[in-house]
């Protein structure tokens, strides 16, 4: 594994005066190359790992766990686009079988995530994966991420163009590439063609956009410096045209920057989106045009999702060629190996033997026969998988909490299936009337893995004094955020200064909706609705 895009490593930006530790364990170092101190320690076991090569571990999606499950460990096996044969997806089944206890998380970035995984297990696993034409190599680490896109694309008959080749070009020549392998951070990168921007290009380091000149002619925008985090900023566009054929090498540039320029010193103000907000985008873009030898042309102002998009994909949806693609819920984004063996299946018996991870934690089938189709979401309802569902089960996102992740203070996973099934039974006919589906995102910590500051209701982990009890001891609790969207007049959510009990919040956000259901004004929406009770976010 390690073997691929080995040439040159660079050092870190002789500007900065003092680097942080991640920084000194990278420096002079290739981090990919820690495949082979990985294939070391399947031999020697877990004791034997050095602590500085932990570390790099994550350039293969490697992560230790929590105090409570040393000595284990959760990868990340990432997927381009969440795209799958049913080959690969019976492979990450028998995977996660035999290795992983029998349970798989799907992730916000379409990857899947497994834990309980051990060092001896490791090498097998990249070997399993690789067979089937998948890599471990960039699934984290301070370099390109899993590339994102919408999990329609080349089927959406709406489309302005199909991204997926892009996404293929740009994982296959920038990710797990040693030229990028020692970023100040991690760098994600969106790519969308689709009218409803399911791919989150505003919260990505990197958003291409299809545009549509007046012309007729299709290329990108570019949206730089989002992310979110403990200090959200959303992308702002550069203002360019960049044709297809330009796509990669733009994207190259813009990486490059990040990397000669970006911060090193501090790993909490180290992503693109510091070193934007100090440049400003004229001084970006003049970096990018020198760099290229250059201009751009001025990109027409760019099509902005609507704020009311469905951007799930969950539901059985037309494809270009009159087949159907069905997006399948998920729990709280857990599957289980047999459900990923079935589906593996499934799309082999009634589709191409394709299948994509979406955005939201959720799997869509897809070229399904419009005679099939019933069968087909008959058997994946019977598996729990159902197409058709609550908005509540389609619009939630869980991060992995404390049953794993050490950062963690909360419990997430099993409180929100108890949420789900909560709001399912006290709000039976919650309608989509408010005219876009409803978003819950459950957080073990500030980290933003599933978005809390873009949800309509976002829930973040903490240690403090719950409202109802001030003078108490310190315990569980969430802090809430109201009325986060993307696309049009995207808004961070409304941080309230309410801390809820973690035992009370499922009886807080039934209540919450309850009232929003029972307040609401005609075609109001739930960022509306909270805006006119708390004001513009
Ligand atoms: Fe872990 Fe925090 Fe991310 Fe949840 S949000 S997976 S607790 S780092």
Redesign the pocket.
């Known amino acids: 594994m390690a073997e691929e895009n080995s040439a040159a490593v660079l050092t870190p930006t002789p500007s900065e005066p003092k680097l942080n530790r991640v920084e000194r364990i990278k420096k002079g170092k290739d981090p990919f190359e820690v495949w082979e101190a990985i294939e070391r320690y399947a031999v020697t076991g877990f004791d034997s790992i050095e602590k500085d090569d932990i570390d790099l571990f994550k350039w293969y999606g490697i992560y230790t766990q929590s105090s409570d499950t040393t000595g284990y460990f959760m990868l990340r096996i990432k997927l381009p686009n969440g795209d799958l044969t049913s080959t690969q997806l019976r492979t990450i089944a028998s995977i996660t079988q035999r290795f992983a206890q029998g349970l798989a998380d799907v992730t916000d970035r379409q990857n899947f995530q497994l834990h309980w995984i051990q060092i001896e297990n490791i090498p097998t696993i990249g070997r399993e994966l690789e067979a089937v034409g998948l890599s471990l190599k960039g699934s984290s680490g301070d370099t390109v991420r899993n590339v994102i896109g919408c999990p329609l694309s080349g089927y959406d008959p709406t489309e302005i163009i199909d991204t997926w080749p892009l996404v293929e070009e740009v994982n296959r020549r920038l990710a797990g590439n040693s030229e990028f392998g020692n970023l100040p951070r991690k760098f994600k990168i969106s790519i969308s063609g689709c009218v409803e921007q399911c791919a989150h290009p505003e919260i990505n380091d990197l958003g291409l956009v299809a545009v549509r000149k007046a012309n007729g002619e299709v290329g990108f925008e570019a949206w730089v410096g989002g992310g979110l985090g403990s200090q959200p900023h959303l992308g702002q566009r550069l203002g360019v045209f960049i044709p297809p054929s330009a796509a990669v090498e733009v994207a190259s540039h813009i990486i490059a920057i990040f990397r000669d320029h970006g911060y090193r010193k501090n790993r909490a103000h180290a992503r693109l989106k510091f070193l934007l907000a100090d440049w400003g985008v004229a001084k970006f873009r003049e970096e990018l045009e020198q760099r290229l030898g250059y201009h751009l042309e001025d990109g027409p102002a760019g099509y902005q999702a609507p704020a009311n998009a469905y951007r799930d994909h969950v539901g059985a949806y037309l494809q270009k060629d009159g087949r159907y693609a069905l997006g399948l819920a998920t729990l709280g984004s857990r599957v289980t190996a047999d459900q990923l063996f079935a589906l593996a299946d499934l799309a082999e018996r009634y589709g191409s033997s394709h299948l994509r991870n979406t955005t939201l934690q959720n799997i869509v089938l897809l070229d399904i026969a419009a005679e099939s189709l019933e069968e087909v979401k008959a058997a994946t309802a019977a598996l729990g998988l159902p197409s058709e569902t609550s908005s509540f089960r389609r619009g939630l996102m869980s991060?992995?909490?404390?049953q794993f992740?050490k950062?963690?203070v909360s419990e997430?996973k099993i409180r929100a299936v108890n949420l789900v099934e909560a709001l399912e039974l006290e709000l039976p006919n919650f309608s989509r009337s408010a005219g876009r589906q409803l978003s819950i995102a459950f957080?073990?910590?500030p980290?933003?893995?599933?978005r809390y500051q873009v949800a309509d209701i976002g829930l973040v982990g903490s240690l403090g004094r719950p409202t109802n009890n001030p003078s108490g001891e310190k315990e569980e609790v969430f802090q809430i955020y109201l009325g986060g969207k993307l696309g049009q007049d995207a808004q961070l959510g409304h941080h309230l200064k309410q801390r809820i009990r973690a035992t009370e919040i499922k009886d807080y956000i039934v209540n919450l909706l309850q009232r929003f259901e029972a307040e609401r004004e005609e075609g109001e929406s739930f960022t509306q609705y909270v805006n006119r009770n708390l004001g513009e976010g």
Do not use: D, F, L, Y
């Open positions: 991060c992995t909490g404390n992740c950062q963690a997430t957080n073990g910590c980290n933003s893995c599933t």
